[in-house]
């Protein structure tokens, strides 16, 4: 999956300011563009459809998008994880044309899956007019399938048409559900919404197309790889759910939560704070993408060439020295960078908050969720060092020691009192962070032994 930070690094050659924001700006905006379009596009759709006269409609509107959005990423976890590894496989084996087929029966499946989960919700739960439940069921139906389009997007060598193709969907969306939204109400400005997505994961296929497409889609092999790594699939499922099920908990428990049509439900205090506070990931992401984990899977490469290839014990000492410090100084600059946003964004909280029209007695929440999500982006960094160290097993008890902590803590917070909320999810991250840094230092110190000792003793 860093495929896209080789293409980077070579901008980061050049010489010049100019080119190490160039090289860091797109990153950020591959490594957090789903996020970024959402939120940013939502925004501005907010607007649209306040001066075309849906005040009143819109918090079924949005909330909505938020459910199809939680529901999707939840279910599309264990098929990101295990069509990752499945993909990473293939281009190990030398055998790439059959990444394209796994690609096309997951997304079909997946877009099945999809729209008869948004038929239930929506048409079963949701009060609505029947338009506006169909077409939200077929929004969930195309995010779903641009939450799986988008395992590849890093692995496209061409990142500016992957750009293009989220600012021309995003332009789309926002565009069409404003017209929409004017001529035709609620159920127009859903179907303008649905077009634009729609758009935008004709233009992602394309472009997952040029780069690993082939005319023959071959046979459904991929599905038999979930059973096979089921560990890499419930950690996807549990880092998901654990990312969102401090929100579902405040939508459905919380007194302070309020109805906003059948099983749609909007936690006023809690739900834009924590919103906001993933946005601030963006220049951890960045990092990540660029520096965190592409230098270490060169580093992790060339160590275990030098296994496979029968270095000497001195090179292969040599290569886990600098696999060590090349972990070492991108979890630094990750730390450096995500801490110093954290910090300012703590200190000037109340001005923030006042800049984005919320309230000076969600600054508490504001500022733990802001730690949380520093924790979050250190724990992601960790896991993904477990993952290409191959130690399923540890990522996924982490991946459930996030979610059982973070809906447990959530539970006792909103019981607490609103002092309390956002704990939950800080003490859920920083579990799985502090796990997770335990582990990989484990068996990073212990690598050749972990290399080695499994092996057999005769061929």
Same mark, same amino acid.
Request: proline share 3%; glycine share 8%.
């Given at each position: 999956m860093a495929g896209v930070g080789f293409e980077?690094?070579?901008?980061?050659?050049?010489?010049?300011?100019?080119?190490?924001?160039?090289?860091?700006?797109?990153?950020?905006?591959?490594g957090s563009g789903p996020w970024l379009v959402s939120v940013f596009s939502l925004a501005l759709l907010g607007i649209v459809l306040t001066g075309v006269g849906l005040t009143e409609q819109i918090r079924v509107f949005f909330v909505?998008?938020?459910?199809?959005?939680?529901?999707?990423?939840?279910?599309?976890?264990?098929?990101?994880?295990?069509?990752?590894?499945?993909?990473a496989d293939q281009e190990y084996n030398r055998?790439?044309?059959?990444?394209?087929?796994?690609?096309?029966?997951?997304?079909?499946?997946?877009s099945l899956f999809f729209a008869l989960l948004g038929l239930i919700i929506f048409v079963k739960f949701v009060p609505a007019p029947p338009l506006f439940q169909l077409s939200a069921a077929m929004l969930m139906m195309l995010v779903g399938g641009i939450w799986i389009a988008s395992i590849f997007l890093t692995a496209i060598k061409d990142y500016k048409q992957v750009l293009i193709g989220f600012l021309v969907g995003s332009l789309t969306s926002l565009f069409a559900a404003g017209m929409g939204g004017k001529?035709?109400?609620?159920?127009?400005?859903?179907?303008g919404f649905v077009f634009g997505h729609a758009a935008l994961l004709l233009l992602l296929f394309s472009a997952i197309y040029k780069e690993v497409g082939n005319r023959d889609v071959g046979t459904p092999v991929f599905i038999g790889q979930l059973r096979k790594y089921y560990k890499l699939a419930i950690a996807g499922f549990c880092y998901n759910l654990g990312i969102w099920i401090d929100k579902f908990l405040f939508w459905w428990l919380d007194p302070s939560a309020q109805q906003v049509a059948g099983m749609l439900y909007a936690s006023p205090v809690y739900d834009r704070v924590v919103y906001?506070?993933?946005?601030?990931?963006?220049?951890?992401?960045?990092? @990540? #993408?660029?520096?965190?984990?592409t230098?270490?899977?060169?580093?992790?490469?060339?160590?275990?060439? *030098? =296994?496979?290839?029968?270095?000497?014990?001195?090179?292969?000492?040599?290569?886990?020295?600098?696999?060590?410090?090349?972990?070492?100084d991108g979890l630094g600059l990750l730390i450096k960078v995500q801490g110093l946003v954290t910090v300012f964004l703590i200190l000037a909280a109340d001005d923030v908050l006042r800049w984005l029209g919320l309230f000076a007695i969600q600054t508490g929440i504001f500022q733990i969720a802001l730690v949380g999500t520093f924790l979050l982006v250190i724990f992601m960094s960790l896991l993904m060092v477990l993952h290409y160290l191959d130690k399923q097993k540890d990522a996924m008890a982490c991946c459930v020691l996030f979610v059982v902590a973070n809906g447990l803590v959530t539970w006792f917070s909103i019981l607490a009192g609103e002092r309390?909320?956002?704990?939950? @999810? #800080?003490?859920?991250?920083?579990?799985?962070?502090i796990?997770?840094?335990?582990?990989?230092?484990? *068996? =990073?110190?212990?690598?050749?032994?972990?290399?080695?000792a499994p092996q057999p003793l005769y061929n």
């Open positions: 980077l690094n070579k901008i980061l050659n050049r010489q010049g300011y100019s080119s190490l924001l160039q090289a860091y700006g797109y990153a950020a905006l591959i909505s998008v938020s459910i199809v959005y939680a529901f999707t990423l939840v279910f599309t976890g264990p098929i990101q994880m295990v069509l990752t590894r499945y993909s055998t790439p044309e059959n990444i394209f087929p796994a690609f096309v029966y997951t997304l079909a499946w997946g001529w035709f109400g609620l159920s127009g400005a859903m179907i906001f506070t993933f946005l601030t990931i963006v220049p951890g992401m960045a990092v @990540f #993408l660029l520096k965190l984990e230098e270490f899977a060169v580093a992790n490469e060339s160590f275990f060439q *030098h =296994v496979l290839r029968k270095g000497t014990l001195a090179q292969i000492t040599e290569k886990k020295r600098e696999l060590i410090e090349t972990l070492q309390w909320f956002g704990v939950g @999810f #800080l003490i859920a991250a920083g579990l799985g962070m796990t997770s840094a335990i582990l990989v230092n484990f *068996h =990073v110190k212990n690598l050749e032994y972990d290399t080695f």
